[in-house]
C-alpha cells in the first residue's frame, strides 16, 4: 500500500481516468449548432438516432479509453508491482482516445466547420487526459515497477485476461464497428456482473481449498425471497436486504458441516445444490414473481449513467481485493488454503475460518440475488441452468488456483467480463449459433493455456 | 482347545465388526434400512421386472462411475464426462447416417472418439499440469459444442432393430447393459484391487510428488484412466442412444453430477488416496433405489431431490463420526 | 514441453479459425412446412382427414365410469407455463369426480430423467393412464409403448412423441396457425417490410424449431419483403435471454424492427430488454408467453400482442380426453369429442385433438386471465 503512494506517478493512470469519466459526462465536449452544448454521451445517443449532421466514427472509443485508464489505474492500485504493466495498458487507451481525436478531427474538416470555436472544454480536457496517458510511460516509476519487461507483462493471470480481452475487443470492434458502441460495452460489462458478484464468493472459497456446487441453485432461491418479500408489502430496503442475510445463513450453515462435521465441501455442496433446488420448486410451484413496486429494481438504476450492477461489480471487487490482500482475515483465506498445517500452527483456526469463508460466500450470493431479481420485471422460479458452472468457470479462468492458496478476486472478475464478451463477440462476427459453444470453450482453453505457459516461464 | 476356538471366535468377531464399520459397510447398512422402509411403501418395489428396470436405467451413470472412481482416487475429476457423451454419441448418429458407414463400425468410431476425447484430457492434464477440474470444466464446453456444432441441431433417428439389443433387450434374464456393467465393475474390482496399476491410482492419489519421486509412471498411468473415462462415456453414449432410440446433442447434460454423486456417496474421497469401486456400487444403487422407490410410494421428483441431498450429507456425517469413534 | 504448448495454441487458434466461417442458422427444423393463407382470419382451412394413426393399448382393464389414476408428467416441473396446464388437469379432475391426476416431472428438461419417472410409474402398477408433453419425441417412445403393452392409456399435450406411442394428442395449436398469428402480429405493428430477430430456447426443442420453420415459411409467401436477421439460443435462462435480445437491439441497431421471442422466458426478457433500452415503439417485441409473464409490459405499452393458447384450458383438455378414452367415447376414427366446459373439440392429423386457434393477448384482454 505504502509503495503505491510513495510514488505519485504510480497513480497518474487512476487519476487521468477518474478526470476522462467525468469529462466524458459532464463537461461539453462540443458545441454542435442544431444541439447546443454537448457531452460525449449525448452525443453518443444523437449518432445512434442519426440526428447527427457529421459520421463520428470511433466516437464510442473515448468512453471506452477513458474507462479502460480508471480501471488499469485502479488495478494499479491494487497491485503496485504491476505499476509498469498497467501504465503500458493506459499507453494503450491514451493511443485509443488519440485515434478518436484524429478522426474527428477528420470529421469536422471534411464538413467545413470552424473547428476551434465549436470545441468545448471537455474536448480539450480530454485531449491533453490522452497525451498524459500516453506519456506518463515514460516518467520514472517506484522500484516497485522495476523495467518494464514482457515478464512483468504476464507476471499474473490478470494480465494474461485483460490482453485476452483487449484483443478480442479490439479485433471484434475491427470487424464489427457497433460492438464498440458505448451501450454494447457496458451492456457487456452489465451482462455477467450478477456472476462476477458471485465468483468473488467463491474466489474466497476456492482460495481455502474448498468448492460450492450449490451458488446457482442459492441464487435461484435468494432471487425469489427477494420478489417475494416485496411484493408482500415488505419495505424494499428489507427486501434487499434479506437474500445477504438468509444467504450467510445458509452459507453458515454449510460452513458449519463442512468445518466442524468435516464433510468435504463437494458433497455438502452437491447436497445443497438438490435440497435448495428442490425445495424452490416445491416452494414456488413454478410461479414466477411480478408485479413488484417500480422502486425494487436496483439493477434497473443508473448512476452516472453506468447501470449498479456494473457498479456494484467494480466496487466490491476492489474492496474484496484490498481486504484479500491486507485485512488478517483475508491472509488467513490465502494462508488456510496454501498450507492448512502452517495455517493452524501460526495461531488460525481452521473451522472458524471456514465458516467466515462460507457466509461471505452466502452474503455475496446474496447480493448477487439481489441484482438477478431486480433485473427483470419477472423473476423465474427456477435459476439459470448451470449457473454453478458459470461461476465456477469464471473464478478458474480468472487463476484461481484449485488446489487453494493462490489466486486474485480482480481475475475472476475480469474473467466474468471476458466470458460475456466472448458471447457478445461471436454473435457479432457471425460465428454460426451452433459453433458458439465449441468456440467459447476454446477461448477457455486457451486462456488457460496462456497462464499455464506463464508459470512455467516463471519456474524456469 | 478352548482357548483357540475362543481366538479364531474373536478374530472373526473382529474382522466382521471391521467389515460392518467400514465405510463400505456402514453404506450397506444404510442401503438395506432403505430398501426394508421402501418395500413397505409398495409391493412392486421388490419385483423382479422393476429392480432389472432398475438396473437398465442405472448402466450408464454405473459405466462413467467406475473410471471417475480412479480419478477421484487419484485426487482428480473428470467434468466432461456427459458432454463426451453427447459428442460420442452425435458422431455414432453423424457417421452411420451422413457419412453411411456401417453402424457397427460407426460404434467402434464412436468409442475410438470417446476415448480420443477422453486423452486429450489426460493429454494436457498431464503434460501441461492443468489441473483436472480446469482442463474438463474446459472441455465439458468444448465437447459439448462440438455435438452441437457437428449435429447442427439435428437427431438421427431410425437405427436398425438389432441396434436396440444394447438398450432395449435382455441377454440370459438381464438386461444388455447390465451386462455390460456387471462384467466392467469386476474388473474394474480385480484391477484396482489386485493390479500394480491399483496400487499406482492410490498412490498418486495420496502423494502426487512422493510418486514421482519415486518413479512411478504417473503421467502414464493417468493418461490411462482419463482415456477409460472418455472410453466409458462413450460406451454408455451408444447404450443410452440404443435405449432412447436417437440422437441428440444434449444427451448426457448433467451427468457429471450424478456420477460425482455416486462415487463420493460411495466413500471414495475427493482429496484422493481412499476408496473403492465396492462403495461406489453401493452408492448407485442407494440413490437409483432412493429415486425410484419414492416414486413408487408417492412423493414426487422434487421432494426426491431433497432427500437425495440430504441422504448424501447424512451418509458422509454418519461415516465420519463412526470412523472417528473407532479411531479414538 | 513449450513445443507441446506451442503445438497445441496453433491447432486450437486453426479451429477457431475454422469455425468461424461456418454457416449460419436460423433455428427451423428441416421438416416441410405449411403456411396458411395470408390475410386476415383464423385460418385453420380444409385439412385432408387422416386416417387414425395413434397406438393402442393391450389388455387394458374396463375402468367406464370408474375412478382411475393418472399421472401427468410434463418436461419439467418449476416453471409457470406446466404450473398452468397442472391447474387444467386438477380442474377437470375435480368436474369429472372419478379422476386423480398427479404431477411429477424431473426438475430439468431432460430426457432421460423423464423417462425414468415415467418407468417409475408404469411399475408402480397403480395408475390407469398417463399424461405427457415430451422432451423429445423419438427418445420418449419406448417407454411409452412399454405402457401401452401393459394396458395403461396414454394421451399426450404440449409436444407430442411419435403418433404410435400414444393414443391421443392434445394440439394447442397448429404450429403454422401460431406462426401466422407471430408473423401477423409483427406486421400489424411494424409494417410488412419490418426486419425482425429471434429469441428461441435450445437448438434442440422440438417445438420452438417447428414454429421457426413455419414463421419462416408463411413470411416468405405472404410479406416477403420482411426479412429475418438472426436466430440467437438463450437456454431457458431468463438472464442470458436478456443479454441476447441486447444484443440484437446492439448489433443491428436501427434496422431491427421487432424481435419475436419463442419460449415464456424469452419474451418477457426480450421485452425488458427493449424497455430498459428505451427502444418501446421502435422495437416491437412479439412472443409466445404467459400472460402473468406479460402483464408489466403489455400494460405500459410496450407489448401490443402476446399470442399463447390457454395452458389451463390444454391441461384440462387432456384430462378430458383421457377420461373419454377409459369410458369409450372416443375411439379410433372418432371426428370431434366432449370436453366439458370447452365443448366440442376437432380431431386432426389422424390422431390429434385440436384445442382451438392461437389466442392473442392485447392490452384490451390481457388483464382478464391470471396463469
Not at chain 3, 60 to 70: K, S, V
Request: glycine content about 10%; charged content about 10%.
Amino acid at each position: 500500500m505504502t509503495k503505491v503512494f510513495a510514488n505519485p506517478v504510480n497513480l497518474l493512470p487512476l487519476i487521468l481516468g477518474l478526470l476522462a469519466l467525468i469529462s466524458y459526462q459532464f463537461l461539453p465536449f462540443v458545441n454542435q449548432p442544431d444541439l447546443g452544448a454537448t457531452t460525449i454521451s449525448t452525443l453518443t445517443a444523437a449518432r445512434a438516432n442519426n440526428e447527427l449532421g457529421i459520421s463520428t466514427n470511433g466516437i464510442s472509443l473515448l468512453p471506452i479509453g477513458a474507462f479502460a485508464a480508471l480501471l488499469l489505474g485502479l488495478w494499479t492500485f491494487s497491485n503496485p508491482q504491476l505499476g509498469r504493466a498497467a501504465s503500458v495498458f493506459s499507453l494503450l487507451a491514451g493511443l485509443l482516445m488519440l485515434e478518436y481525436f484524429a478522426l474527428f478531427f477528420l470529421d469536422y474538416l471534411a464538413q467545413g466547420a470552424s473547428f476551434i470555436g465549436s470545441m468545448g472544454l471537455g474536448f480539450w480536457l480530454l485531449l491533453i487526459l490522452a497525451l498524459l496517458l500516453i506519456f506518463q510511460v515514460f516518467l520514472p516509476r517506484s522500484k516497485a515497477g522495476k523495467e518494464f519487461q514482457l515478464r512483468t507483462l504476464l507476471a499474473n493471470q490478470e494480465s494474461a485476461i485483460l490482453m485476452a480481452l483487449v484483443f478480442l475487443i479490439v479485433s471484434i470492434g475491427l470487424a464489427s464497428p457497433r460492438f464498440l458502441a458505448t451501450r454494447n460495452i457496458l451492456d457487456i460489462l452489465q451482462g455477467n456482473a450478477y456472476i462476477a458478484v458471485a465468483a468473488i464468493g467463491m474466489t474466497m472459497v476456492i482460495i481455502t481449498g474448498n468448492i460450492d456446487i450449490s451458488v446457482g441453485s442459492l441464487i435461484g432461491l435468494l432471487a425469489v425471497v427477494s420478489g417475494r418479500m416485496v411484493v408482500a408489502g415488505n419495505p424494499i430496503w428489507l427486501s434487499w436486504l434479506m437474500p445477504l442475510l438468509v444467504g450467510a445463513l445458509v452459507g453458515a450453515l454449510i460452513g458449519f458441516i463442512v468445518a466442524y462435521l468435516k464433510v468435504p465441501s463437494i458433497v455438502v455442496t452437491l447436497g445443497f445444490l438438490s435440497i435448495l433446488k428442490g425445495g424452490l420448486i416445491i416452494w414456488t410451484n413454478g410461479e414466477r414473481v411480478t408485479n413488484m413496486p417500480d422502486g425494487f429494481y436496483l439493477a434497473q438504476m443508473k448512476f452516472f449513467g453506468i447501470s449498479t450492477p456494473i457498479l456494484f461489480m467494480i466496487i466490491l471487487t476492489i474492496l474484496a481485493a484490498i481486504w484479500m490482500r491486507f485485512s488478517p482475515m483475508g491472509r488467513s483465506f490465502y494462508a488456510l488454503g496454501g498450507n492448512a498445517e502452517a495455517a493452524r500452527l501460526s495461531g488460525f483456526s481452521e473451522n472458524l475460518i471456514l465458516m467466515q469463508v462460507f457466509i461471505l460466500n452466502g452474503i455475496f450470493a446474496g447480493i448477487a440475488a439481489v441484482l438477478y431479481a431486480t433485473q427483470l420485471r419477472v423473476i423465474q422460479a427456477t435459476p439459470p441452468p448451470g449457473l454453478e458452472l458459470a461461476v465456477i468457470t469464471a473464478v478458474v479462468v480468472g487463476g484461481v488456483s484449485i488446489l487453494g492458496g493462490k489466486g486474485t478476486i480482480i481475475g475472476a472478475t475480469l474473467a466474468a467480463i471476458l466470458l460475456n464478451t466472448i458471447r457478445s463477440g461471436m454473435v457479432f462476427i457471425n460465428v454460426s449459433p451452433f459453433w458458439i459453444l465449441a468456440v467459447q470453450g476454446i477461448l477457455i482453453l486457451v486462456t488457460v493455456l496462456i497462464d499455464l505457459i506463464r508459470r512455467q516461464r516463471q519456474l524456469i | 482347545m478352548a482357548l483357540d476356538t475362543a481366538k479364531v471366535e474373536n478374530t472373526m468377531a473382529k474382522r466382521l465388526r471391521n467389515l460392518l464399520f467400514s465405510q463400505e459397510g456402514i453404506l450397506f447398512i444404510i442401503l438395506v434400512l432403505v430398501i426394508i422402509v421402501l418395500s413397505g411403501r409398495n409391493a412392486n418395489f421388490l419385483s423382479a421386472s422393476n429392480l432389472l428396470n432398475q438396473g437398465r436405467l442405472m448402466s450408464e451413470v454405473g459405466l462413467v462411475a467406475l473410471p471417475m472412481t480412479y480419478i477421484i482416487i487419484t485426487a482428480g475429476i473428470d467434468l466432461s464426462v456427459g458432454s463426451i457423451l453427447g459428442l460420442s454419441a452425435i458422431l455414432l448418429g453423424v457417421f452411420w447416417k451422413n457419412l453411411g458407414v456401417p453402424l457397427e463400425l460407426a460404434i467402434i468410431l464412436a468409442l475410438i472418439v470417446g476415448t480420443v476425447a477422453g486423452y486429450v484430457n489426460g493429454l494436457f492434464i498431464v503434460r501441461l499440469n492443468v489441473p483436472p477440474l480446469i482442463m474438463t470444466l474446459a472441455t465439458l464446453a468444448f465437447y459439448r459444442g462440438l455435438a452441437q456444432g457437428i449435429s447442427e441441431a439435428k437427431s438421427v433417428t431410425g437405427y436398425p432393430e438389432w441396434f436396440y439389443i444394447f438398450g432395449q433387450k435382455s441377454v440370459m434374464g438381464l438386461p444388455t447393459q447390465l451386462w455390460f456393467f456387471i462384467i466392467a465393475t469386476i474388473i474394474s474390482i480385480i484391477i484396482l484391487r489386485t493390479t500394480t496399476l491399483g496400487r499406482y491410482l492410490y498412490a498418486i492419489g495420496n502423494n502426487p510428488v512422493g510418486a514421482r519421486f519415486s518413479g512411478l509412471p504417473v503421467a502414464r498411468t493417468l493418461l490411462v484412466i482419463y482415456s477409460y473415462s472418455g472410453f466409458m462415456a462413450a460406451l454408455a453414449a451408444v447404450i443410452f442412444v440404443s435405449r432412447v432410440t436417437t440422437t441428440r446433442s444434449d444427451m448426457g447434460t448433467g451427468l457429471e453430477l450424478d456420477v460425482i454423486a455416486a462415487v463420493v456417496l460411495g466413500g471414495t474421497s475427493i482429496f484422493g488416496g481412499k476408496g473403492g469401486i465396492i462403495g461406489t456400487l453401493i452408492g448407485l444403487v442407494l440413490i437409483q433405489l432412493l429415486k425410484n422407490g419414492l416414486a413408487l410410494s408417492g412423493v414426487t421428483s422434487d421432494a426426491t431431490t431433497i432427500v437425495i441431498g440430504l441422504v448424501l450429507i447424512l451418509a458422509i456425517l454418519v461415516n465420519n463420526f463412526i470412523q472417528r469413534r473407532r479411531d479414538s | 514441453m513449450k513445443k507441446f504448448s506451442l503445438r497445441m495454441f496453433a491447432s486450437l487458434a486453426l479451429a477457431l479459425f475454422g469455425l468461424s466461417f461456418a454457416q449460419s442458422w436460423d433455428g427451423a427444423d428441416s421438416l416441410p412446412t405449411n403456411p396458411l393463407a395470408c390475410g386476415e382470419g383464423a385460418g385453420g382451412g380444409a385439412m385432408a382427414a387422416l386416417d387414425y394413426n395413434g397406438g393402442q393399448t393391450m389388455n387394458a382393464p374396463d375402468m367406464m365410469g370408474q375412478a382411475i389414476n393418472l399421472i401427468d408428467v410434463p418436461k419439467l416441473v418449476g416453471i409457470g407455463y406446466f404450473a398452468a396446464t397442472t391447474l387444467g388437469q386438477q380442474q377437470a379432475a375435480e368436474e369429472l369426480g372419478n379422476v386423480t391426476v398427479t404431477t411429477d416431472a424431473p426438475t430439468e428438461a431432460n430426457i432421460d430423467d423423464q423417462i425414468a419417472v415415467i418407468e417409475s410409474y408404469i411399475a408402480s402398477g397403480n395408475i390407469n393412464g398417463i399424461l405427457f408433453a415430451a422432451n423429445d419425441p423419438v427418445a420418449i417412445a419406448p417407454v411409452l409403448r412399454k405402457a401401452l403393452e401393459q394396458g395403461i392409456h396414454v394421451v399426450g399435450y404440449d409436444a407430442n412423441s411419435e403418433p404410435d406411442a400414444r393414443e391421443w394428442f392434445v394440439n394447442q395449436a397448429e404450429f403454422n396457425g401460431i406462426a401466422k398469428a407471430m408473423v401477423d402480429s409483427l406486421a400489424k405493428e411494424k409494417g410488412d417490410s419490418a426486419h425482425f430477430g429471434i429469441v428461441t430456447s435450445t437448438f434442440t426443442t422440438p417445438n420452438q424449431a417447428r414454429w421457426i420453420a413455419e414463421m419462416q415459411a408463411y413470411q416468405a409467401a405472404c410479406y416477403p419483403n420482411m426479412k429475418w436477421l438472426e436466430t440467437l439460443e438463450a437456454q431457458e435462462d431468463a438472464v442470458l435471454s436478456f443479454n441476447q435480445a441486447n444484443t440484437l437491439i446492439n448489433k443491428y441497431g436501427d434496422e431491427l424492427d421487432g424481435i419475436f421471442g419463442m419460449t415464456s422466458v424469452a419474451t418477457p426478457s426480450s421485452a425488458d430488454a427493449v424497455t430498459q433500452a428505451g427502444l418501446c415503439g421502435d422495437v416491437a417485441v412479439v412472443g409466445l408467453a404467459t400472460p402473468n409473464g406479460m402483464k408489466p409490459f403489455v400494460n405500459d405499452g410496450c407489448v401490443q400482442s402476446v399470442v399463447l393458447w390457454n395452458p389451463v384450458d390444454l391441461g384440462y383438455a387432456a384430462t378430458y380426453v383421457m377420461r373419454a378414452i377409459v369410458d369409450g367415447t372416443l375411439k379410433a376414427g372418432d371426428t370431434s369429442v366432449e370436453a366439458g366446459r370447452l365443448g366440442t373439440l376437432q380431431v386432426v392429423n389422424g390422431s390429434e385433438i385440436l384445442l382451438g386457434a392461437p389466442y392473442i393477448f392485447t392490452p384490451d384482454n390481457i388483464n382478464d386471465f391470471d396463469f
